[in-house]
């Protein structure tokens, strides 16, 4: 119990520490080829986990919606579950795999390798060196690699629909158009943020503390992934429950409804 | 001097440690350690593996926090700089750490140019003439420059990582345990390198290490320190502090016990015959 208290206290002062050196400004150089490293490598992952999560859907949710009649607003149920819910949620847990996994191990092996000392003796912070610029490559690519994984989600789940339980073009995009607004896709894309952030301080985290030589580097790789995906869990929840409030007033407002 | 501010050194640094203690933990690792390192002077830490040595050197440049007395950097108390400034003042060290602890996605020229890309120089020519001034000092032939730290051998590393520390002109250099793991003609090379480079630049030195021959070579003060789980609590952690030659004839049983008859004989040798360039010699032995 001590122990969880002391390691969130050490977490609070790390998060701290990044906000701080964040306004120290960029290191645009470091950062950079990260962008294009962790963004272009996960894109085939996510795309892949977008197209079947919304093949899934439509076959899952199919079978419940043709026992009402309801088979036509399958693109209803497809695209509001990918876009709200499942796409943000399975993008930043692949990432929590494939990203925050190889982040943490990277600097868990520098840590041991005293790379991180020799940083911070070469007058380099290892926080603003290492750990912002990957906090902020997760913040920016989770969000952006979550379109894409809507993108194919529905695309994934319209194929299903239309070419293998026979729904209509025109009806399966009528529905889906008519139930998807903007508030949909910015709460997918709100939540995808905040899940892109935890994976980055949550990896750099784990990786920067990490001690025991090579079985230490491991540990660090799934302790990471683990933290990641439960925070992903937790968070979810209560973003869900936050948006639940205040999805009346918002599609209001951005239907331009006023308040 | 006002508390925070960076001091200024033209020369090599002056360091003084004040009833400095260390917990880590629950494990409580140096005492009140007492000790004044002067200007342009090469201190050797020597003692039993578990007696703090590496934690005393990381102690020196801040990576380690006193938990008890003070650390005084030109009179300057290291606990009341804050962190960017510490930052700061660490350019005035090298630490040559134990494994090179080089940045293993760059090369060689690519490690040696780190620094210097950290402070803002950004003239590649100036850049380029200081890399290769380093690497020739430390004796590294031009054809390993471009290569990845993985395709070195331990004392290549070594002397790569010597270079790295130098290339900003510290005021203070940092061994630790330089000649750990390296054959015998590999150690006299990495000796005469330190030697070297406290001969020929106003530097302060501090050299951790379990080799005689080194202290014997490089020493003109030696620190012995002792594993605190051994002491008793009104003992001293320090067992010996004093010149290479009152190292020889300190009668300390401690001292005497930790040298060892053949540890004697190696002091006297190495401090009475001029140790031979072996730079030479160990580049044909590791190409």
Same mark, same amino acid.
């Given at each position: 119990?001590?122990?969880?208290?002391?390691?969130?206290?050490?977490?609070?002062?790390?998060?701290?520490?990044?906000?701080?050196?964040?306004?120290?400004?960029?290191?645009?150089?470091?950062?950079?080829?990260?962008?294009?490293?962790?963004?272009?490598?996960?894109?085939?992952?996510?795309?892949?986990?977008?197209?079947?999560?919304?093949?899934?859907?439509?076959?899952?949710?199919?079978?419940?919606?043709?026992?009402?009649?309801?088979?036509?607003?399958?693109?209803?149920?497809?695209?509001?579950?990918?876009?709200?819910? !499942?796409?943000? &949620?399975?993008?930043? +847990?692949?990432? $929590?795999?494939?990203? #925050?996994?190889?982040?943490? %191990?990277?600097? /868990? =092996?520098?840590?041991?390798?005293?790379?991180?000392?020799?940083?911070?003796?070469?007058?380099?912070?290892?926080?603003?060196?290492?750990?912002?610029?990957?906090?902020?490559?997760? !913040?920016?690519? &989770?969000?952006?690699? +979550?379109?894409? $994984?809507?993108?194919? #989600?529905?695309?994934?789940? %319209?194929?299903? /629909? =239309?070419?293998?339980?026979?729904?209509?073009?025109?009806?399966?995009?009528?529905?889906?158009?008519?139930?998807?607004?903007?508030?949909?896709?910015?709460?997918?894309?709100?939540?995808?943020?905040?899940?892109?952030?935890?994976?980055?301080?949550?990896?750099?985290?784990?990786?920067?503390?990490?001690?025991?030589? /090579?079985?230490?580097?491991?540990?660090?790789?799934?302790?990471?992934?683990?933290?990641?995906?439960?925070?992903?869990?937790?968070?979810?929840?209560?973003?869900?429950?936050?948006?639940?409030?205040?999805?009346?007033?918002?599609?209001?407002?951005?239907?331009?409804?006023?308040? | 001097?006002?508390?925070?501010?960076?001091?200024?050194?033209?020369?090599?640094?002056?360091?003084?440690?004040?009833?400095?203690?260390?917990?880590?933990?629950?494990?409580?690792?140096?005492?009140?350690?007492?000790?004044?390192?002067?200007?342009?002077?090469?201190?050797?830490?020597?003692?039993?593996?578990?007696?703090?040595?590496?934690?005393?050197?990381?102690?020196?440049?801040?990576?380690?926090?006193?938990?008890?007395?003070?650390?005084?950097?030109?009179?300057?108390?290291?606990?009341?700089?804050?962190?960017?400034?510490?930052?700061?003042?660490?350019?005035?060290?090298?630490?040559?750490?134990?494994?090179?602890?080089?940045?293993?996605?760059?090369?060689?020229?690519?490690?040696?140019?780190?620094?210097?890309?950290?402070?803002?120089?950004?003239?590649?020519?100036?850049?380029?003439?200081?890399?290769?001034?380093?690497?020739?000092?430390?004796?590294?032939?031009?054809?390993?420059?471009?290569?990845?730290?993985?395709?070195?051998?331990?004392?290549?590393?070594?002397?790569?990582?010597?270079?790295?520390?130098?290339?900003?002109?510290?005021?203070?250099?940092?061994?630790?345990?330089?000649?750990?793991?390296?054959?015998?003609?590999?150690?006299?090379?990495?000796?005469?390198?330190?030697?070297?480079?406290?001969?020929?630049?106003?530097?302060?030195?501090?050299?951790?290490?379990?080799?005689?021959?080194?202290?014997?070579?490089?020493?003109?003060?030696?620190?012995?320190?002792?594993?605190?789980?051994?002491?008793?609590?009104?003992?001293?952690?320090?067992?010996?502090?004093?010149?290479?030659?009152?190292?020889?004839?300190?009668?300390?049983?401690?001292?005497?016990?930790?040298?060892?008859?053949?540890?004697?004989?190696?002091?006297?040798?190495?401090?009475?015959?001029?140790?031979?360039?072996?730079?030479?010699?160990?580049?044909?032995?590791?190409?």
């Amino acid at each position: 119990m001590l122990g969880a208290v002391e390691t969130s206290g050490d977490f609070a002062v790390f998060v701290a520490r990044v906000a701080f050196s964040l306004k120290r400004g960029v290191r645009w150089d470091v950062m950079g080829p990260l962008l294009v490293e962790i963004g272009f490598r996960s894109i085939g992952v996510v795309l892949f986990t977008g197209c079947f999560i919304g093949m899934v859907l439509a076959v899952q949710a199919h079978m419940q919606l043709a026992a009402y009649g309801a088979a036509t607003r399958l693109g209803q149920m497809v695209n509001l579950s990918v876009i709200r819910e !499942l796409g943000p &949620v399975l993008a930043a +847990t692949m990432l $929590a795999g494939r990203v #925050g996994g190889s982040i943490s %191990a990277e600097i /868990a =092996t520098m840590r041991m390798s005293e790379q991180v000392d020799a940083l911070a003796c070469l007058g380099v912070s290892p926080i603003r060196y290492l750990a912002v610029p990957r906090f902020l490559a997760c !913040l920016i690519l &989770v969000p952006v690699l +979550t379109v894409f $994984a809507n993108f194919m #989600g529905i695309l994934g789940g %319209a194929i299903v /629909a =239309t070419e293998i339980h026979g729904i209509e073009p025109y009806h399966y995009w009528q529905h889906a158009s008519e139930s998807v607004d903007l508030w949909d896709h910015l709460m997918g894309l709100i939540k995808a943020f905040f899940f892109g952030g935890s994976i980055g301080l949550i990896s750099c985290y784990v990786g920067l503390n990490a001690t025991g030589g /090579a079985r230490g580097v491991g540990i660090a790789a799934t302790r990471a992934f683990v933290v990641s995906f439960l925070t992903i869990m937790v968070c979810d929840f209560f973003l869900g429950l936050f948006f639940a409030r205040i999805t009346p007033t918002m599609s209001r407002l951005l239907s331009g409804g006023g308040p | 001097m006002s508390s925070g501010s960076i001091p200024q050194t033209d020369g090599p640094a002056t360091m003084r440690l004040e009833g400095v203690g260390v917990t880590l933990g629950d494990n409580q690792i140096l005492r009140g350690i007492n000790l004044n390192i002067s200007a342009g002077q090469t201190l050797v830490v020597i003692g039993e593996s578990g007696c703090g040595k590496s934690v005393f050197l990381k102690l020196l440049i801040g990576l380690v926090k006193a938990t008890e007395g003070r650390i005084l950097f030109q009179d300057q108390d290291l606990k009341l700089l804050s962190e960017n400034r510490l930052m700061k003042l660490r350019l005035k060290y090298g630490y040559l750490f134990q494994s090179g602890a080089l940045f293993d996605s760059l090369s060689v020229e690519e490690n040696v140019a780190f620094p210097m890309r950290q402070q803002g120089i950004h003239s590649e020519t100036s850049i380029r003439h200081r890399i290769c001034e380093s690497l020739e000092d430390v004796g590294l032939p031009p054809s390993l420059w471009t290569r990845m730290p993985s395709d070195l051998s331990g004392g290549q590393r070594k002397r790569v990582g010597l270079a790295r520390a130098l290339v900003m002109q510290p005021a203070i250099m940092l061994y630790d345990e330089p000649t750990t793991g390296l054959d015998p003609i590999m150690t006299g090379v990495i000796n005469d390198l330190i030697l070297k480079v406290a001969r020929s630049r106003p530097v302060t030195s501090v050299v951790i290490t379990h080799e005689l021959r080194t202290l014997a070579t490089v020493a003109d003060r030696v620190l012995m320190l002792r594993p605190l789980p051994r002491l008793e609590p009104w003992e001293p952690q320090v067992a010996f502090e004093g010149t290479p030659s009152e190292l020889r004839q300190c009668g300390l049983p401690v001292v005497r016990s930790f040298l060892g008859g053949h540890g004697i004989a190696e002091i006297t040798a190495g401090s009475d015959s001029s140790t031979p360039d072996l730079t030479h010699q160990a580049e044909h032995s590791h190409e």
